[in-house]
């Protein structure tokens, strides 16, 4: 075992047919620089060569097929940069059109009418119709069907295809490696969960995932590898949790007091919902256990988080403990500190802020008061954390809107006392189930699933911006009923000159369509303090209108809104568009929300806009967001949460696969707590070195 480990590692230099020069292209290009990192540069596709298709079978989702005709003509279509060669191709059966936009000429003087050819190609749809674009032709005589099987086609870079180093090139060099492997690769998962789960050993898979014989091979070898990939990066975050478990006692918060009692039957101005009355009766028992909490509170929009998260810290300061709530920014920070305040009145609670404009003196009498505990609670933003802030007995932690804090930030979180707080992380924005498996696979969720009655859905709708008159009406209409409106316009980056003259541009013309009522600006480029005013004035209801760019995109809560207008909507993700939206339908009104953008739109952009004007559901449209764009594009997967890198196994699609790996993973820990059977041995040797290949992950297990 150790020997074939040893030549793994081997230089790739050293395989025949590489050489110091083409061994730095792998290098640089590919990151490629052993044995082993070829064994584990896996082809991105494979086409299958051991049988010809007939045209009438051929479906839109076949991968690369092979054909068997000749050309019928060619033709020219379109004009400019839609100009295409078609040529309408026949195996004797059915017609297909093949088409190329690009090299018309050459593709025209090199293939001839009626002469038998072999077409390779991805068949597509267009048009309703079947064709294939770009596919390649070799003659037909002479050609035999492969007794390889599948093919390999691997990702090179355009650097490599100048220096000659191309697809085949690679296909050779993982052909020669598999030649000169005399002996099976060393299995990296125990024998007895691959013989329960029927997987492929590792060496088999390995090499059918390069040259497969068929799609079913092809397929069996994949789903062992994901499994393993999505096994350990289980077993991390499961181990991880239970160790967590084993090492820190949490804070018991025993009793249910006074202020709690007093705020429920005296102050709170509503019913709660079920919901909300189940997801506190979970924490309160979390809390009260003797374990230290850690919670992923998951609930829609507007259903009701921070009420939650007070009662919860009333439940800490009941126990002599302080209590903290951090925000994303200070906006909504202090808009937590003035909706505590308001909640609870006249009570004896001393809640303070601190954010960076909290200065001076005042800085210091907060500090101070955090030190001695006269502060019961703290309201502050993520930069908090940073600080040195040096509480007497902090026993409680909520992080308000933070889907990106992963595992790694709650550990540095744990690292500030010997004892770490409960922790409550809250987030309105919906993380499909296979992402919160990975990125918080090791807290225990509690969902509010139902929102405070009376709040009608939302009504969405699309828009084109060829059509103001329309949109302003609907929005002139809420504001004679009094109702207040939000109009955002998109800002990627904050240095987007463009972006920034839209909105400014928007806000003029706005000025002029509605100049009976007052209209609010905010974006990223002004000063804090400027912004905040303006924030003000729209709470107040001094200002009617507010336009933005997405600062406003978590957590403001205006529920006087009712209108929320979307400029460029194609421009947002759909999370992004959803989380906005959340910003009205707060009140008992009727809310809309009015998508804008131009006529011509992708195929992609339509669809987010159908969903959203389909859905008010933040988990549906989750799922819808993760399976349009994969989860690589999630903001903060790659930073926080997936510890490993994933090279196959594709969150989004391998739910189940996921679900299979997690489930054994649990097997595993709990059959074996110690981590002592010696069945298990590779197990724990392979993650030792898995996370030591993640410096982020070893640091904090
Ligand atoms: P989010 O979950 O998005 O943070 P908020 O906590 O901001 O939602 O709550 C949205 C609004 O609903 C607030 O105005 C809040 O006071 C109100 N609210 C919360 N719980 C209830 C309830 N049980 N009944 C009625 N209104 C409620
Ligand atoms: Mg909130």
Redesign the pocket.
Known sequence: MTRMYDMLQQDITYLPGVGPQRAKLLKDELQIGTLRDLLYYFPYKHIDRTRLYYIHELTADMPYVQLRGHILSFETEGEGRKRRLVAHFTDGHGKVELVWFQGIKYVMSRYKLHTEYIVFGKPSVYGGRINIAHPDLDPADGFSLSALGMQPYYTVTEKMKRQGINSRSLERFTATLFSRLDAPLPETLPAYIVEQLCLMPLDEALRKVHYPATAEELRRAMLRLKFEELFYLQLNILRYARDRQCRYRGFVFARVGGAFHRFYEERL?????GA?KRVIREIRHDMGSGRQMNRLLQ??????????ALMCMLIAVDNGFQACIMAPTEILAEQHCA?FRQFLGDMDVEVALLTGSVKGKQREAVLAGIRNGDIQILVGTHAVLEDTVDFRSLGLVVI??QHRFGVAQRARLWGKSAQPPHVLV?T?TPIPRTLAMTLYGDLDVSV?DEL???RKPIRTMHRFDNNREGLYKAVRQQLDEGRQAYVVFPLISESEKMDIKNLEDGYEHLCKVFPEYKISKVHGRMKPAEKDEEMRKFQSGETRILVATTVIEV?V?V?NASVMVIENAERFGLAQLHQLR?RVG?GADQSYCLLVTRYQLSEDTRRRIQIMTETNDGFEIAEADLKLRGPGDLEGTQQSGVAFDLKLANLARDGQILQLARDTAQRVLDGDPQGTLQENALLWQQLQALRKAHVDWSAIS
Request: glycine share 20%; no cysteine; net charge negative.
């Open positions: 101005p509503f019913s709660l919902t909300q609930g829609d929009v507007g259903s009701g988080k921070t009420l939650v909706t308000d809107e809250m309105a509010i405070p009655p009376g957590g809560n529920p959340g707060r």
